[in-house]
């Protein structure tokens, strides 16, 4: 729940924006990027920026993981001159039943998911300089799933590229592919201090 009204104020490259914090438990309070409530002109900047990064590691296409990195992965589509990207799913659909599966665990979903690959959009991929593009990179379990399945399809992941890092659980989550992670910008978790929440830059 809103944490009476509070934010936090973070640069995503050019631009800053506040955020608002959400207590997940009594021990743990986020601060939320929501991609589908950031407006159009703040997702396009930001996926021009990131596509910027993107640019020199020679992209041919971008993946992203549904639902909130498909807004940031049509901005740096755009912004790379391509038509196609691809998504990998969190939730099972008709054209998805004999889909590509890797286990997954999200901060802010309980239980443990799958990512969902359709196999017809296996060769958009396969032997494709691939950048995977999310809104955050939080523990690292999704961009970890991501990188396990695209690899395991024959794809080339050179780079990830996303709105915020959140904390540093991520960077030994993701071990050597830790290097791979390109962000606008970062931002802690948050901790009870008797009444005050403190900046946990760890997770």
Do not use: C
């Amino acid at each position: 729940m809103p944490v009476s009204g509070r934010t936090f104020s973070v640069d995503v490259g050019s631009q800053r924006v506040e955020l608002p914090l959400v207590a997940l438990s009594d021990e743990l309070t986020l601060a939320l990027l929501i991609t589908v409530d950031m407006g159009l002109n703040f997702l396009a900047t930001a996926g021009k920026e990131l596509a910027d990064i993107l640019r020199p590691f020679d992209v041919d296409i971008v993946a992203t993981v549904a639902t909130m990195g498909i807004p940031v992965a049509i901005e740096v589509t755009q912004y790379l001159e391509f038509d196609q990207y691809v998504v990998l799913h969190k939730t099972p659909k008709i054209h998805l039943a004999d889909a590509i599966s890797e286990p997954v665990r999200s901060i802010t979903t309980k239980g443990e998911q799958r990512l969902l690959f359709d196999r017809e959009r296996v060769p958009s991929v396969k032997g494709k300089r691939v950048a995977i593009v999310d809104d955050v990179v939080s523990t690292g379990a999704s961009t970890g799933a991501a990188l396990r399945l695209l690899r395991g399809v024959g794809a080339n992941v050179v780079a990830v590229g996303t709105l915020v890092t959140e904390a540093s659980l991520w960077q030994e989550a993701l071990g050597d592919d830790a290097h791979l992670v390109h962000a606008l910008g970062a931002i802690p978790v948050f901790r009870p201090d008797g009444d005050e929440l403190v900046e946990d830059w760890h997770g």
